[in-house]
């Protein structure tokens, strides 16, 4: 069974800072990977989509990369904005168009 | 001015009534999908639909149940065998063009 994990729970840094959030997957059989954001009580945003045959995926401030061998995302966001203080949650889309969740990591970005 | 839109956003229930929450999409998607959401952790799913009258269970799907009747909406009936239902459920959709999954608002579920 697919588990996906993201360490830290939680982090806070100083604005202009570069955020990096992880996230690992234990089955390397993905069709994709999805990061999302998430602001308190609201609905989920796509941030970025990476295929399993991609590497990376860049949009703005972020770039997300993706080594499906080792199970392995990361989620960067350069030069942190306070705006930029949410949830952030991986998900990786298994067999049936069904999509596996990590537990999220909330980030605080301090101006 | 499409979307997905969940009504209502806050749900009050007794415990033992059934309740259902609604779910509405006007981006002509095809697939469609419930999760539940407890406070600090993911996302798991309940169910979900890849066409009209045709769904499958997800991972947490006894206490629920479902319907696809019309392509744009996907009902969740939270049922009085849940044994935990208070919780943030959240509804999405997708193309089967695409991969993205696209998400509504939400509805805070709280029964006491």
């Known amino acids: 069974k697919q588990e996906v994990t993201q360490i830290p729970a939680a982090l806070s840094v100083p604005e202009g800072e570069n955020l990096v959030l992880n996230c690992s997957f234990t089955d390397s059989a993905i069709y994709n990977l999805q990061w999302f954001r998430q602001d308190p009580g609201k609905g989920l945003t796509s941030l970025l989509l990476?295929?399993?045959?991609?590497r990376e995926q860049t949009s703005g401030r972020l770039n997300a990369s993706l080594d499906k061998s080792s199970g392995r995302s990361t989620l960067y966001i350069a030069a942190s904005q306070p705006g930029d203080s949410a949830t952030y949650l991986c998900?990786?889309?298994?067999?049936?168009?069904?999509?596996?969740f990590g537990g999220g990591t909330r980030v605080l970005v301090k101006p | 001015d499409g979307g997905i839109t969940q009504s209502p956003k806050y749900l009050f229930r007794k415990e033992g009534q059934n309740v259902t929450l609604s779910c509405e999409q006007n981006?002509?998607?095809?697939?469609m999908y419930w999760y539940r959401q407890d406070p600090g952790q993911g996302l798991r799913l309940i169910y979900y639909s890849q066409i009209v009258n045709d769904f499958q269970k997800g991972d947490i799907a006894e206490g629920y149940s479902v319907s696809r009747e019309k392509k744009e909406s996907f009902p969740l009936t939270v049922t009085s065998a849940q044994k935990n239902p208070t919780a943030f459920y959240l509804c999405a959709s997708r193309s089967a063009a695409a991969y993205e999954q696209y998400f509504g608002p939400g509805t805070r579920l709280t029964v006491t």
């Open positions: 981006l002509n998607h095809d697939a």
């Open positions: 998900a990786v889309e298994v067999a049936g168009n069904k999509l596996t």
């Open positions: 990476i295929q399993s045959s991609q």
